[in-house]
């Protein structure tokens, strides 16, 4: 079976609805002239059966039998008209009345023939009477009509023939014929009349009954009150809207002073009624039973009387609380989608400058590593092609040569670090050192530059500063190498100072603040804020100094690293002064790796100014080396530089090579190469630990061109004991070696 469809009702319905009501409204106008005409009739009766009976005592009892039984009859009808029955058939109660007193007068006539005449106007008046009051239909007052005619006439027919003899009589008849007409026009006219009404009564009433529907079952509060503020009408809707169950608790609030959250609200709000005459979509906030606070929208509007007086307020109200919220946490999500879209724009175009301040620092940086490397293979061109004049010449070509491939050295590991800084792989490497050593190291570097330039390098370290700390020691150097530098770079006459204090300490950290300050050029003010930036070069035109830009940018993202901040301070013609904090500990970190041996890899980044022992003091007798490596070239070189200070030195180019040479047990050390062909560093260190015997304890260091701390603990988890970084300082190669030359591994 399918869902039944609900549809409007057929104009034949809403035809038989209406003359329904129409027929109940009409019973219902009916009792009320009837009682009246019912006690009229009695009333009426009585008085009628007194003077009948006085005067007209020849039949004074019949007429007595007559009036009282048209009496009684009245009385019976008026009590049945209080009935169910009687509210039901008010029309058949109607007729017995008018036909017991058509009935009374009937029996009058009959019996005193000469008030015929009398007795027919009274019945006629009694009757267009009735048909004014009574609200019925017309075929019922036909009916009246007929009756009331026929009992007439009956009455004059059984008379005595001598009525026919009585003065107006025809006329009487007559009068009575016109009257009966007139009555049944006159219902007519007012069943007509009444009809209508009732129609516009069911019209009003059909009105009435969809505003009331509306009105209780509307989800808006309505409301309507006097300008006091006296609520004079509310909906179900309202009365929960605010809170409270009962209506009547309503009633007793004021709008005004009860509701509004904030009286400006309805001050403004009033101002607006007056000016406007009504007010839509208003918002404002209201307290509730409870105390807490809604949003409502309303829409109010005044309703004025005939002197133009302000009667009342009526309006609607509608709780929009969540729509409020979500407004806001839409409005904030657009908010956070416009910041995001400004910081997009902002990463864009930052990305975009980048992106043309790297091209221009390749640009500029194949000019950094150009120029060096043309002074390297200008050098090794003259030395190889014997165009030197003198001993003292060929060392200075080699010495300037060995300078330029330092500097193209510093270019490379510049380029290095901001590739690791741009990767997030920059890792502090935590060991304990004395911040005063660093700072002589630097003062040891960069003093030669300083007095080559006769400018003046001071260093003040404070003296609360501890003697051990703990952090990255060579990355701390590195910044004030990097800011040493530049100063000595940029500074033509005058000085250079380091100093050092001790800013704060806890129980576990100290803040050391490290400031370098120059009476050098200057910085421009409107160039500093691009000091730290990646690939971006603040030196002016006409400076000629060379740089590649990155050394700030990798001082910053270090000085980052250890928990501070860089700052400069400048004055163009009278020097600048960079300062920065950093944070370091006062113990080891809570987990303790196995005890590292200070090597070379330490203190790689010294001068050549540093004294070291001249190969001809080496009094020890000649140790024996296996170095692997698979480069012929580098083979070569290595080879000679180990032999010329003084160890015996065998090679070999593979991992498999050195395995089977270590077995023979002829050798002290061996310097092991990681990238090769056939068998890599790592592998040939793993399986040479797996010789038994002291054969596989030989001390074994790392020589690779990888740098970086997890290549080192990479190469330390393999077996090797050591690690060097190339380029190889023969310097810091033969202390390492040494190291561990002096330290016996065989029982």
Known sequence: MGKSIKTRPSSKTLELKVQGFIKEENKKQLLSPFRSLATFTAAAGIVALIFEVLYFSEHSVQLYISRVA??????????????KFGKNHPVLLVHILLLSIVASFGVMTYLEPHTLVFNSHIISLIIFTAALFLSWEVKNQIIVAIYYNLVFIASIIFNNPSISSIPNMIESIVL???????????SYINYRLRHEALLKSYEVILSEKKFRNLFENSTEGIFQILPSGKFTAVN???VKLIGYTNEDDVYKLNFIDDLFKRKADWDLLHKLLEKQG????????????DGSEITVRINIRISYDEDEDITYYEGSVQDITQQVQAENERQKALEALRQEKLKSDIAAQKAQQESSYKSKFLANMSHEVRTPMNSVMGFLTLIENDLFESKEELKSFARDARLAAESLLDIINNILDISKIEAGKME??????NIRDEIHKVYSIMGQAARQKGIELEEEVDHEIPEKIYGDSTRYRQIVLNLVGNAVKFTDEGKVKITVKLNSRTINTVEILTSVEDTGHGIPPEKIPFLFEPYVQV?????????????LVIAKEFVKLMGGDIKVESKPGLGSKFYFNAFFRLSPPDKIEEEKIETPLAKESQKEELVIEDAKKFEQKKKKLLLVEDNPISQNLETKILREVGYDVDAVSNGQDAIDAIKTGQYDLVLMDIEMTDMDGITATKKIREIPGDIGKIPIIAVTAHSSMKDREKCLAAGMNDYIAKPINIHFLKLTIDQWLNRPYRD
């Open 278 to 289: 009504k007010v839509r979509n208003y918002r404002v906030h209201f307290q509730k039973k």
């Open 176 to 186: 009575v014929l016109i009257i009966s007409v007139m009555a049944i026009v006159a």
């Open 236 to 238: 179900p809707a309202f």
């Open 428 to 433: 502090l490497d935590i060991n304990e050192f």
């Open 70 to 83: 048209s009496v009684l009859i009245a009385f019976i009808l008026l009590i049945v008209s209080n009935s």
């Open 539 to 551: 030196r002016s035109k006409k400076d000629k100094k060379e740089g590649t830009g990155l050394g």
